[in-house]
């Protein structure tokens, strides 16, 4: 792959080489299957088509200094696809055989780990879909697997620098009962709308206020939210959140830097409080926020040009585990043999 322009890798779509897929059928699930089609064969009455049966992951592969490509909390993906499918009834994905699918793409699409340095990864997406036909509401009695990798750079084209968010009460992500703590593609229909309107409007992406009082801070469309105050790391707790891996490690190192960690409801009038915001996900990694515009009640919450301290010390420490340049007290990577 010595033709692709590493460094200015956006996030978006390519093939590689292979994908790897497995099918449930007769009440069990088959033997992992290479692929060299980016096209799946579905029936037109497949559940996931019509009734939203669908679930996906996301996760990265990371080449290190010492060429050695690691993965990052995969048992944390493996757990919240069987999650997202007891949520949505489909048939959970066993754990082992998420990770040996995960590693057989990685490795057989070795070729698309960006090098070292590139700040560029391997984004690997598994999907969970219901391929068998109904037409009455009920969950399908057949599921494929799928999950296919590609080499990515930053979700937010600015990567790691603060750029601008935005809240508007006039829409929602997820209900407050509903789907909103599972990774299923209705919730990311759902942000379409707002999303597109955002960026026409100059912001990144979206921050979310709970469905239910629109006075509490929910999450941003692709990502989860933090506010440092004080010595604090505050983080959202709502039932229409996706538990973020990313999140849950950036707790674990503000705790480690002797920082208190707050997991409450935010009310939208502390934004104005905090000394650092920003969003947490595997696509965003660390995204500084620079500033949040609150359409409805025409007010702006700046946190500054560049990153915090604390921000900027999350984000070395977060990558420079996955990238395996320092020691991994937690148990976090997995090394691809
Ligand atoms: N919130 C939403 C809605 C997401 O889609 C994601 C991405 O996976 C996240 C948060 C971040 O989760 P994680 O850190 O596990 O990638
Ligand atoms: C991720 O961070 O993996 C995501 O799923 C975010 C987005 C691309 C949907």
Excluded at 37 to 59: D, K, P, R, V
Excluded at 169 to 193: C, F
Excluded at 311 to 323: A, C, E, G, H, P
């Amino acid at each position: 792959m010595e033709n692709l322009d590493w460094k200015n890798l956006g996030f978006g779509y390519t093939d590689t080489n292979f994908n790897v897929r497995c099918y449930y059928k007769d009440g069990k699930w088959g033997e992992l299957e290479t692929s060299d089609s980016n096209q799946i064969s579905l029936h037109m009455a497949a559940t996931c088509l019509h009734y939203g049966q669908e679930a996906f992951e996301g996760l990265k592969a990371y080449r290190g200094k010492d060429g050695k490509i690691r993965v990052f909390r995969i048992e944390e993906n493996a757990l919240r696809m069987q999650a997202s499918a007891q949520g949505i009834l489909m048939q959970e994905f066993p754990i082992e055989k998420f990770k040996q699918a995960v590693f057989k793409a990685i490795k057989l699409n070795e070729e698309f780990v960006p090098p070292y340095g590139s700040g560029a990864s391997l984004y690997v997406r598994p999907l969970l879909i219901g391929s068998g036909p109904q037409i009455g509401v009920k969950p399908a009695e057949e599921y494929m697997f799928v999950v296919f990798v590609m080499p990515v750079g930053p979700y937010f084209k600015a990567g790691f620098k603060p750029t601008d968010y935005v809240i508007y009460r006039e829409y929602d992500r997820a209900a407050p009962h509903g789907t909103g703590n599972i990774k299923v593609g209705g919730n990311y229909a759902a942000s379409l709308n707002a999303g597109i309107r955002a960026h026409k409007e100059g912001y990144s992406a979206v921050l979310y206020l709970d469905a239910q009082e629109k006075k509490y801070i929910d999450e941003c469309g692709p990502a989860n939210f933090f506010g440092i105050k004080g010595n604090s790391y505050v983080t959202p707790q709502s039932k229409s959140i996706l538990p973020s891996i990313t999140n849950k490690s950036l707790r674990q190192l503000a705790k480690d830097f002797g920082l208190t960690i707050e997991e409450r409801r935010i009310p939208v009038e502390e934004l104005a409080e905090f000394s650092e915001a920003g969003a947490c996900g595997t696509a965003a990694v660390v995204s500084p926020i620079r500033s949040i515009f609150d359409a409805d009640k025409e007010i702006t919450y700046m946190y500054g040009d560049e990153p915090g301290e604390i921000s900027q010390k999350l984000y070395n420490k977060l990558i420079d585990i996955q990238y395996g340049c320092v020691d991994d007290p937690h148990n976090w990577v997995t090394v691809v043999e």
